[in-house]
């Protein structure tokens, strides 16, 4: 394996890692957009996505991503591999968010929220200024848990042609009849990404038991 | 679309074997997982710092390896030393050892947060090694990380369908090949969509029962 071989997985994990993000980006408001949903009880909307969410945490990455892949195109919307995967990432990680979301929102405290009727909120404030800044520092140790684990199925990306860090060490081994050493170099660059975020959940989850001991 | 999935329902005996493939794949590796789990669970939480250490690091290095990545290490390297082993067995074989550590993080944790008094009581009652394990601090402690494993399960089932990489025979390459020898991509893999779903749902519902068992015995 040459020095350029290994440039060329680095590429990868820059795309790995790009898409990683914009799938965060988008996944979680729209996992709690149907967390909102749910707790709203909105009829027919929210058992819809019940459905929706169990369905979709049920559903391996893979299987999604070649359905919406081969079936997309087939119902006349064109996509290419790095739409899918976009699509197929924010599908995934808003169910997961979204449960997240959901059971900071059921438990949240029901006497704070009608302090804020009865002294006049709209709904939309009272989203905005009691709602929200609490419930994402409940949310915050399982959002990044689901971002941990949607880096690691991201190796999944490469199945349709997105050429990510798997996709490079997949090529370099077949160049080089030498599969091994590619795979490691990818381990390498994942793993201290993984860790980094596990450690991180880790940390608020410490802090936020500290916090809640001093208070 | 009716004809798509008429098309899949002709290619039902494929379907179901993937179905079959992916079932008996991932409850074999849950159980093994299981198993290696409990040995790896104390020595997780063992006094001497050599076994505690090698067994944190691999818990934690496994928990950071993306499994598909784990896959075709284990797939390649296999052979280079010397194990040769068909894709049924290496997949199998991958899916036990991965999924080991996180199933020993979890039983460390439920283990962790165990009550004492049962198990002094126990002692105290003559029971010790084995029997000390099986009847006192196996039954609760299985009723209290039911739910996480039922979870853990659930995820293994996913990971068996990275397998269609290495070319196992599972529910998604069974998908795979009816999609490509027909061109019913949307009937296919909705299809496997519907499968995964269902068999993570008979999951949910045995965990739930475990729950209730457990509530019943509180």
Not at chain 2, 137 to 156: D, H, K, R, T
């Amino acid at each position: 394996m040459s020095g350029g071989d290994i440039a060329a997985i680095f590429q990868g994990a820059l795309v790995t890692v790009s898409l990683s993000v914009i799938g965060i980006l988008i996944g979680m408001p729209i996992g709690l957009g149907l967390a909102l949903v749910r707790w709203a009880n909105l009829p027919v909307a929210a058992p819809m996505v019940a459905v929706y969410v169990s369905m979709l945490r049920a559903t391996p990455l893979v299987t999604l991503l070649l359905l919406l892949f081969f079936a997309l195109p087939n119902i006349g919307v064109p996509l290419d591999p790095v739409s899918a995967a976009i699509l197929a990432l924010v599908m995934n990680t808003s169910a997961f968010n979204c449960e997240v979301w959901r059971s900071a929102l059921m438990n949240f405290p029901k006497d704070q929220y009608e302090a804020a009727q009865s002294v006049g909120m709209r709904a939309g404030q009272r989203f905005r200024r009691i709602v929200l800044p609490q419930i994402v520092l409940v949310s915050l140790p399982g959002l990044v848990n689901e971002m941990s684990l949607l880096i690691k199925v991201t190796p999944v990306l490469a199945v349709v042609g997105v050429v990510d860090i798997t996709r490079a060490a997949v090529r370099i081994g077949a160049e080089t009849y030498e599969p091994l050493p590619p795979f490691l170099v990818a381990i390498a660059i994942y793993v201290p990404i993984v860790f980094a975020l596990v450690s991180l959940q880790r940390w608020i989850e410490r802090r936020q038991v500290t916090a809640e001991a001093a208070a | 679309m009716i004809h798509d999935f008429g098309i899949v329902w002709s290619e039902r005996a494929l379907l179901l074997s993937g179905l079959a493939n992916t079932a008996i794949l991932s409850a074999l590796s849950a159980v093994a997982a299981l198993l290696l789990g409990f040995l790896l669970a104390p020595a997780l939480m063992s006094k001497k710092p050599v076994v505690s250490w090698t067994a944190r690091g691999f818990v934690d290095g496994m928990r950071c390896v993306p499994f598909l990545l784990f896959a075709y290490i284990v797939y390649y390297g296999f052979p280079t030393f010397g194990v040769r082993l068909d894709n049924w067995t290496t997949g199998l074989a991958a899916l036990t050892i991965y999924n080991a550590a996180y199933m020993a993080e979890i039983l460390r944790g439920a283990w962790v947060a165990q009550p004492r008094e049962p198990i002094e009581a126990g002692i105290a009652f003559g029971f010790s090694g084995i029997r000390l394990f099986r009847r006192i601090i196996l039954p609760p402690l299985l009723l209290s990380a039911g739910p996480v494993i039922g979870n853990q399960m659930i995820q293994i089932i996913k990971d068996s369908a990275f397998l269609t990489i290495i070319a196992l025979p599972e529910l998604t390459h069974a998908a795979s090949s009816i999609q490509s020898r027909h061109y019913v991509p949307f009937a296919a893999f909705i299809t496997a969509v519907f499968l995964y779903w269902g068999l993570c749902l008979v999951i949910e519902a045995g965990v739930s029962t475990i729950g209730r068992v457990a509530d019943a015995r509180r």
